[in-house]
């Protein structure tokens, strides 16, 4: 006879067994299977039954495996008690001495890290505040030494030789600042009252002030070379040239210098020297329109403006003889400098001409012949008179434009107080060539200014 567990059991495992079982969709299958669904009410009765009586299936099955395995089961759970606890009484040892290394591990090495660690913390900020201190300490000097080169640059001599000075003064400060990366020198002194300070009361005032004294010393630029000037000595001369260059110096370091910036120019120095030659042009087109109007000043007047003209090739020609200096900033970051060579390729790069006299002729040619239009549009005696003297002032301009491109004689020049000084060349240089024969464009362009609307 079969054994209970081996009969056949009725109760439908697999479905109760399935990964999909879902006990809301067999209740309702089941009482689908006992009713009629057009019945009202349902009978519940007989659905509940069947799951009662299963369920009482199962927990007879329950006992009965559990009553037949019994001894099985009771041998497993001694043999298992029995093993824990020889585990037990083996581990416990080990436990204990595990226990006991690690409270001498702590002792010995977990506390003396900690307070190691807190020494190691101590020594690096009080290196942060060392290496800080130094940094400030420096900007301070820096500071100080600032101040004591504006105060030659602002002496009763004014030595325009503090203005470079300044310059690199005010380069180192902004060196240090700029290095603001962890780990570099400048790392922090943004939080710093003291650099603060130094920065709103010292460098920026400062910096103002050299920039606008070499902007004054760039505008003041002359060689005494108009008629209403006094002749400079060769000393005075050299002392002009001298305060230029150290000028326009101070202010192509001061030019700011961001970073990246490959195609840089010195802004600050471009800017003074392009309003030199703004200022050159109106004064001299402002005369120039007054004195057409009223012949008779013509003459002085044309001797100003080629007197502006010979400052210019004066101050072409100190440009081309200055190397450009160089930018600690932008060697620092390994940057190729676009200007590398004299202080005139920038601004004949910035103008996009070949010469500052041919740029003032032209550019002065360009704004006086609308002038001359409304002259004559205008009528009357100035307009007549113009036009009856067509011939002259057009031989006057003439000769206007041929002293402009002499250079300024200095005392011991002989061969320029003559009136046959050497003329400067396109590119900047002098040299013993013909002037009409080398500027034949801006003399026909200056004529042509005038002449052609006096027809």
């Given at each position: 006879?079969?054994e209970?567990?081996?009969q056949?059991?009725y109760?439908?495992?697999?479905?109760?067994?399935?990964?999909?079982?879902?006990a809301?969709g067999?209740?309702?299958?089941?009482?689908?299977?006992?009713?009629?669904?057009?019945?009202?009410p349902?009978?519940?009765?007989?659905?509940?039954?069947?799951?009662?009586?299963?369920?009482?299936e199962?927990?007879?099955?329950?006992?009965?495996l559990?009553a037949?395995?019994?001894?099985?089961?009771l041998?497993?759970?001694?043999?298992?008690?029995?093993?824990?606890k020889?585990v037990v009484?083996?581990?416990?040892?080990?436990?204990?001495?595990?226990?006991?290394?690690?409270a001498?591990?702590?002792?010995?090495?977990?506390?003396?890290?900690?307070?190691?660690?807190?020494?190691?913390q101590v020594?690096?900020?009080l290196?942060?505040?060392?290496?800080?201190?130094?940094?400030?300490g420096?900007?301070?000097?820096?500071g100080?030494?600032?101040e004591?080169?504006?105060?030659?640059?602002?002496?009763?001599?004014?030595?325009?030789?503090?203005?470079?000075r300044?310059?690199?003064?005010?380069l180192?400060?902004?060196?240090?600042?700029?290095?603001?990366s962890?780990?570099?020198?400048?790392?922090?002194?943004?939080?710093?009252?003291?650099?603060?300070?130094?920065?709103?009361?010292?460098?920026?005032?400062?910096?103002?002030?050299?920039?606008?004294?070499?902007?004054?010393f760039?505008?003041?630029?002359?060689?005494?070379?108009?008629?209403?000037?006094?002749?400079?000595?060769?000393?005075q001369?050299?002392?002009?040239?001298?305060?230029?260059?150290?000028?326009l110096?101070?202010?192509?370091?001061?030019?700011?210098?961001?970073?990246?910036?490959?195609?840089?120019?010195?802004?600050?120095?471009l800017?003074?020297?392009?309003?030199?030659?703004?200022?050159?042009?109106?004064s001299?087109?402002?005369?120039?329109?007054?004195?057409?109007?009223t012949?008779?000043?013509?003459?002085?007047?044309?001797?100003e403006?080629?007197?502006?003209?010979?400052?210019?090739?004066?101050?072409e020609?100190?440009?081309?003889?200055?190397?450009?200096?160089?930018?600690?900033?932008?060697?620092?970051?390994?940057?190729?400098?676009?200007?590398?060579?004299?202080l005139?390729q920038?601004?004949?790069?910035?103008?996009?001409?070949?010469?500052?006299?041919?740029?003032f002729?032209r550019?002065?040619?360009?704004?006086?012949?609308?002038?001359v239009?409304?002259?004559?549009?205008?009528?009357?005696v100035?307009?007549?008179?113009?036009?009856?003297?067509?011939?002259?002032?057009g031989?006057?301009?003439r000769?206007?434009?041929?002293?402009?491109?002499?250079?300024?004689?200095g005392?011991?020049?002989?061969?320029a107080a003559?009136?046959?000084?050497?003329?400067?060349?396109?590119?900047?240089?002098?040299g013993?060539a013909?002037?009409?024969?080398?500027?034949?464009?801006?003399?026909?362009?200056?004529?042509?200014?005038?002449?052609?609307?006096?027809?």
């Amino acid at each position: 006879m079969a054994e209970p567990d081996d009969q056949p059991s009725y109760i439908d495992y697999e479905t109760f067994l399935a990964p999909e079982f879902d006990a809301a969709g067999f209740a309702n299958s089941l009482v689908l299977s006992t009713n009629d669904p057009q019945d009202a009410p349902l009978d519940l009765a007989t659905p509940l039954s069947r799951v009662l009586f299963d369920i009482q299936e199962i927990d007879s099955h329950i006992d009965l495996l559990t009553a037949r395995s019994a001894i099985p089961l009771l041998t497993h759970t001694k043999t298992q008690t029995e093993t824990s606890k020889r585990v037990v009484a083996d581990v416990g040892p080990q436990l204990a001495s595990l226990n006991e290394s690690y409270a001498q591990l702590e002792a010995k090495v977990v506390q003396k890290h900690a307070e190691a660690d807190e020494v190691r913390q101590v020594a690096s900020r009080l290196w942060e505040t060392l290496w800080l201190g130094r940094s400030v300490g420096r900007c301070l000097q820096l500071g100080r030494q600032l101040e004591l080169q504006n105060t030659e640059l602002q002496g009763d001599k004014e030595d325009h030789r503090a203005l470079v000075r300044c310059a690199h003064t005010i380069l180192s400060l902004r060196e240090v600042l700029q290095q603001n990366s962890p780990g570099e020198e400048g790392h922090g002194l943004d939080r710093i009252d003291a650099i603060r300070a130094l920065q709103d009361t010292v460098v920026t005032p400062i910096e103002k002030t050299v920039r606008e004294t070499a902007e004054k010393f760039v505008r003041e630029f002359s060689l005494g070379a108009a008629s209403t000037q006094r002749e400079l000595t060769f000393a005075q001369a050299e002392e002009a040239k001298a305060k230029t260059i150290s000028s326009l110096t101070a202010l192509y370091l001061l030019s700011s210098c961001p970073f990246p910036a490959p195609a840089w120019a010195p802004a600050m120095m471009l800017q003074a020297l392009e309003l030199y030659l703004r200022a050159a042009l109106q004064s001299s087109l402002s005369t120039l329109t007054r004195s057409l109007s009223t012949l008779p000043t013509l003459d002085r007047t044309l001797s100003e403006v080629s007197a502006r003209c010979q400052n210019i090739v004066a101050l072409e020609q100190l440009l081309a003889q200055t190397k450009a200096p160089v930018h600690p900033l932008r060697e620092l970051m390994s940057l190729p400098d676009n200007t590398a060579g004299t202080l005139l390729q920038p601004l004949l790069a910035k103008l996009e001409t070949g010469s500052l006299p041919g740029y003032f002729w032209r550019t002065l040619a360009g704004h006086l012949s609308p002038r001359v239009q409304d002259i004559i549009t205008r009528g009357g005696v100035s307009a007549r008179t113009l036009r009856s003297s067509r011939a002259s002032v057009g031989d006057q301009i003439r000769e206007c434009v041929i002293r402009g491109m002499q250079t300024t004689a200095g005392p011991n020049d002989k061969g320029a107080a003559n009136g046959t000084g050497k003329a400067p060349t396109k590119n900047g240089a002098t040299g013993n060539a013909t002037v009409s024969g080398s500027w034949d464009r801006e003399i026909a362009v200056m004529v042509a200014s005038v002449v052609n609307h006096l027809r």
